[in-house]
């Protein structure tokens, strides 16, 4: 979608301009620039080219009308506030130009630095840099100009230009083997202007072009080269990964360059206003001296904690602390910055309501609270079911035995073993074979997000928790340890060595993402406490860990919210008990064909393949009390709770012996002259039900209808179980499910025989049994209306009505060809993950209005996947469903995003 383009519209503002709630057309850093600029807080000025200019040059390939001259306009504003021009000889401004979509994409896009030098601005930057303390003896800073000139030559040919990147990087390294070193901070003046002649060679190599020397060309150039970056291969396999819209396009930020590399009073940081890794209150941050910032999210240097540059420069320490005071309390919520010190004066590049871990997600949320920035109900909101599942990931089971060979930063928690791996494109092609892998590398780049997208887990033995390793695991959930300086990696030989023992690519390491550690082989796992919490194993009251408390109060709340409850998917005892610790008020869907399998298959395959009566008599006889024992087992776990108990529903062919082999057997037994008379019948039986397509075939209420007396065994087994609580004083709630309906008539056929059996076994036991169906097959939620007229509620099937919406085999689809769909953006996550509202949504949506209008109060509920979505409980709460049910263990998931779903609703619906 193009912006319309109009002949005045606007596409540049200056930070005075703008806020922090112009995301959408000024990108989050472009509108939070803005923002700490009319706080008053120290930001170079620059101006925002919006992302509607953005989008209108994706659309043309070219720059819409206007654009030059607001640029030009803003410049020389830009120009007067400083008292220096682009790019003049004698006292040069510079400027930065930075990517700046509307959701943060670290490290995807392009920055340019240090535009508006050339071969005579070099000059008059030396002179006008000089006069740090400890730099430049003779009033100039040759080293410092000289460094900046090839920076920029650097990134400009990499990023404007397309010269390959690592052709710079072989220069750099050249000059630096002549001269004995292996550190940057050794080369001298001499060194970086040679470098910056060896430069400008491989830029006229591979562009047929001089370096541009026009401070304005390399401005306009730079511009674009950001705007391009938009549709760079690794954002869009970014933006795919985060479901990050592919029409926002970037604003693109101008700004004052400011120096971290200017001496030893100067640097830069990143930091955090509470941990972004636990959510512990106080600052977190690292901090480089005499450093530019793409250092320091590089990993390139270790830094230093934050708390260092108190002795080295109490001032700016404590502004910048009383600077991270006023954001949290202005964005109420834990902010992150970036800033950089020039000589001794403070300066605020960027800030941002920071990315965090789960746990510090609800940790910050329920401190929030406390110090009153928040209500619940905002503290609801931030955080989400995604967060809560993380949570609920197992940890490392440690004990003596498993000692760590080295310690790294505990970047993005969680607990991941797998086989080690040195590039990228090994971890992708290893995870493809099935396997866990732990992609370890030096440090990461934007070039390893395939590898990192494989990975279980990511281990890097430089960078601290800003580190494009550290920054991009926590935004995927992926478990990664950064900055584990004791491991040696040697990516050519596929090793690396740590504590003196050497690992080899295929060698097996584990990973603590939370305490940082590495053990060799593979560390056995333990389960979440806030999964002991969830099974009552863990009094929040009384435990000091600030993640239960917070996910205790935070629950608490969402239940009190809610309009939807939500029951589970549970077809055991066991599993109908963990589900009620869990919160599931009751059983959405029992389904029963697992409990005709094992012993019990061989009473079943006589019962389909019957010829005479008095066979399929004796196998439903034998099965009863069978299916009676396991419906009482489920209603007593359940007591007092309704149990919805699904009819049997398997393709038929999961009952019957495989076709194939079969024959073969028969084949074989005939060749060796054994009697197959028993086995030949079989055979034949087997042949005469074989479907080609299953799914579509004789199952559901179709079973039902054509063997006799099948259904009605179980409706008797539901109602006796029922009963027998009932004497034994417990209160049994049966909801009988009829599955795959598409016509009222099949559904009323069933209800005659099942009513009859129900008002003979119930009698005067007070146990009251509902009717009611599925809907599943897209012609039951279009005759809705009708089906509810037999039927006391409905459960929405969403894997059948998604399978037969759309004409997708569940069984097939996903491996075969939904990564083409998705890489074509036919749809951003899979319609069997995540409801389609769109489609199989509002086949939903009309079976609910029909059906409610034709029987007011009609009970609905869904009990596909996607009863424990997250996205998915937002729609069935819009749509006015009564539950939600979900496997057990997504039943807390569930209850968080229905209280979500009406505090984002604005709705004050409680229950
Ligand atoms: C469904 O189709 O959504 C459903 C719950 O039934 P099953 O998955 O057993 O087909
Ligand atoms: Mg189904």
Known sequence: MAAQETVDQKYVYDFSEGNKDLKDLLGGKGANLAEMTNLGLPVPPGFTITTEACQAYLATGREPDGLAGQIEAHLESLERAMGKRLGDPQDPLLVSVRSGAKFSMPGMMETVLNVGLNDQSVEGLARQAGGSTGQAASGGNDRFAWDSYRRLIQMFGKTVCEVPGEEFEQALDKVKSTKGTTNDLDLDADDLRGLVDAYKKIFLKHTGREFPQQPREQLDLAIRAVFESWNAERAVLYRRQERIPADLGTAVNVVTMVFGNLGPDSGT?????????????????DYLANAQGEDVVAGIRNTVPLQELEQLDKTSYDELLGIMARLEEHYKDLCDIEFTIERGKLWMLQTRVGKRTAAAAFVIAGQLVDEGLIDLD??????????????????????????????GIGAS?????????????????LAAEGKSVILVRRETNPDDLNGMIAAKGILTSRGGKTSHAAVVARGMGKTCVSGADEIDVNVPAKRFTVAGQTVNEGDVVSIDGTTGKVYLGEVPVMPSEVVQYFEGSLDPEHIDNPLVRAVHRIMTHA?????????????????????????????????????FLGDRRELVERL???????EREAALAALLPLQRADFEQIFREM?????TVRLIDPPLHEFLPPLEQLAVNVAVAQERGEDVAKEEALLAAVRRMHEENPMLGLRGV?????????????????????????????VAKPEIMVPLVGAVQELETVRAEAEKIIAEVVGDSGVEVLIGTMIEVPRAALTAGQIAEAAEFFSFGTNDLTQMGWGFSRDDV??????????LGIFGISPFESIDRDGVGRLVRIAAEEGRAARPGLKLGVCGEHGGDPDSVHFFHEVGLDYVSCSPFRVPVARLEAGRAVVETGGSDSR
């Not at 007591?639 to 149990?643: T, W």
């Open 378 to 407: 905002e503290a609801l909101h931030r955080v989400n079911g995604a967060q809560l599942a993380q949570l609920m990931f197992p940890r490392f089971q440690l004990d003596h035995e498993f000692q760590p060979v080295a310690k």
């Open 608 to 614: 389909i393949l019957a010829r005479a009566e008095g």
């Open 702 to 730: 179709r079973l039902g209808l054509v063997i006799p007396g099948l259904f009605a065994m179980q409706v008797r087994a539901i109602a006796e179980a029922a009963v027998i609580c009932a004497r034994g004083g417990g």
């Open 814 to 823: 996903e491996g075969a060809f939904f990564w083409r769909y998705l890489e």
């Open 639 to 643: 007591d007092g709770l309704p149990v």
């Open 269 to 285: 940081g990143v930091a955090f206003t509470r941990d972004p890794a636990s959510g512990a209150q106080g600052i977190y941050g």
């Open 413 to 429: 928690p969680g607990a991941a073993s797998g086989t080690v791996v040195f590039t990228s494109a090994r971890a992708v092609e």
């Open 559 to 595: 239940d009190g919210k809610r309009r939807l409850a939500v029951r589970t998917n549970a077809d055991t005892g066991a599993d109908a008990a963990r589900a009620r610790r869990f919160g599931a008020e009751g059983i959405g869907l029992c389904r029963t064909e697992h409990m």
